[in-house]
T-cell receptor, first 113, second 116 residues
């Protein structure tokens, strides 16, 4: 059974710092990996989707990488801002689960002014 | 952009009541999902629908049922609400593209349900 782990569970950084969030998964047979952002009490917003054949995707100050063989993905946030404070979740779409995703529990990020 | 709309942001219900949570998507997606999210337990799939009138149980279907009479609308029903169903409920949808690697999930803004 696919399992997704995100470490650390919480992270606090000063504004302006570059940071990396980690996501690992146990089964490399995936179609894609998606990173989401969740603000308190709100739904999830999709940030980036990396297809299984891709190594990375970029959107603005965000860069997500995928190493399928080692079961790892990272989300790199450049020049962090207080507005980046949120919970970041990763999810994989296993090849054996159709359209269902398996989610990590998220990393709660706080960027201090 | 895809819009997934959940009818209520907050709901307060009493134990034993029948509760309906509604979700509508505007992009003709085949797949629709209901999740609940609880601190320390993450997101858990309740039910999944891959077409009109088609449904599949998720990881925690007990105490819930669903209805999908039209493609754009997916309802979650709590037949007799209990206090342990107090939670954040999230609806999501995706366009089915077979074995494509490009299938993306879109979420609504969530319904925080309190059962007293």
């Amino acid at each position: 059974k696919q399992e997704v782990t995100q470490i650390p569970a919480a992270l606090s950084v000063p504004e302006g710092e570059n940071l990396v969030l980690n996501c690992s998964f146990t089964d490399s047979a995936i179609y894609n990996l998606q990173w989401f952002r969740q603000d308190p009490g709100k739904g999830l917003t999709s940030l980036l989707l990396i297809q299984s054949s891709q190594r990375e995707q970029t959107s603005g100050r965000l860069n997500a990488s995928l190493d399928k063989s080692s079961g790892r993905s990272t989300l790199y946030i450049a020049a962090s801002q207080p507005g980046d404070s949120a919970t970041y979740l990763c999810a994989v779409r296993p090849e054996t689960s159709g359209s269902r995703l398996t989610f990590g529990e998220g990393t709660q990020l706080t960027v201090n002014p | 952009d895809v819009k997934v709309t959940q009818s209520s942001r907050y709901l307060v219900k009493r134990t034993g009541e029948k509760v309906f949570l509604e979700c509508v998507q505007d992009m003709d997606h085949e797949n629709m999902f209901w999740y609940r999210q609880d601190p320390g337990l993450g997101l858990r799939l309740i039910y999944f629908s891959y077409d009109v009138k088609m449904k599949e149980k998720g990881d925690i279907p007990e105490g819930y049922s669903v209805s999908r009479e039209k493609k754009e609308r997916f309802s979650l029903i709590l037949e007799s609400a209990s206090t342990n169903q107090t939670s954040m409920y999230l609806c999501a949808s995706s366009l089915y593209v077979g074995y494509s690697t490009n299938e993306k999930l879109f979420f609504g803004s969530g319904t925080q349900l309190s059962v007293l």
